[in-house]
DNA sequence: ACATAATGCAATATATATATTACATTATGT
DNA sequence: ACATAATGTAATATATATATTGCATTATGT
C-alpha cells in the first residue's frame, strides 16, 4: 500500500523526492518506491527518512494490520 | 550494535528465537543476527515482530543517534 | 555429571532491495 | 503555449537480506 504519510511529511518539509534521496544519499526511485509502496524498505533506510523528516518510525511506517 | 530491546521484549514473552522465528515465518538465524545486530532487517519483519511481541517499532527498534 | 534446549557462528545458495539509466507523464511557473 | 521540474515506471545490474545446513558453545533441568 502507498506510504502517504511519507509523502505528506516530505510534503512539509518542502522536500522534493529527488532532494530527500540526495540527502539520504539514496537514488531517487528507491524514494519514489517506498511512497508508492512498491516493496518492502530496510530498517537503515526508514531511520535515515525518519530522521530528515523529523519523525519517528512510528509516526512513519507503522501499520496496524 | 545489539537489539536488546527486541531480545527483552521476546523474553517477556517466554520465547525462543526458533519459536519467534516459526511464528513469523522466518530463519532463527534470522531472528538471532537481528539480536546481535550483526545486519539491517527489513521493514516487513520488524513490522512482523512487533506484531508478535506487542510492540511498535519505536519500541523496539527506535535509535537516537 | 548428564541430557537436552537454546544460542552463536560459518559457508554457501537464493531472493530481493537498491542503483543506474532512460523515457513518459504530470505538475508548476512564466 | 512553452519550458522546466517533479514524478511514475520499466529493464538490467549489483549488493545484500534471508534460507539452509551444520557444528560448537552455552544455558537449563534432572
Chains 1, 2 share one sequence.
Not at 511529511?9 to 539520504?24: H, M, N, P, T, W
Not at 509502496?37 to 501499520?63: I, M, R
Amino acid at each position: 500500500m502507498k506510504n502517504l504519510k511519507m509523502k505528506a511529511a516530505r510534503a512539509e518539509k518542502d522536500l522534493s523526492q529527488g532532494e530527500l534521496a540526495e540527502k539520504i544519499g539514496v537514488s531517487r526511485q528507491t524514494i519514489g518506491l517506498m511512497e508508492s509502496g512498491k516493496y518492502n524498505p530496510s530498517l537503515q533506510l526508514c531511520l535515515a527518512v525518519c530522521h530528515v523528516l523529523s519523525k519517528t518510525l512510528d509516526e512513519l511506517f507503522w501499520q496496524d494490520e
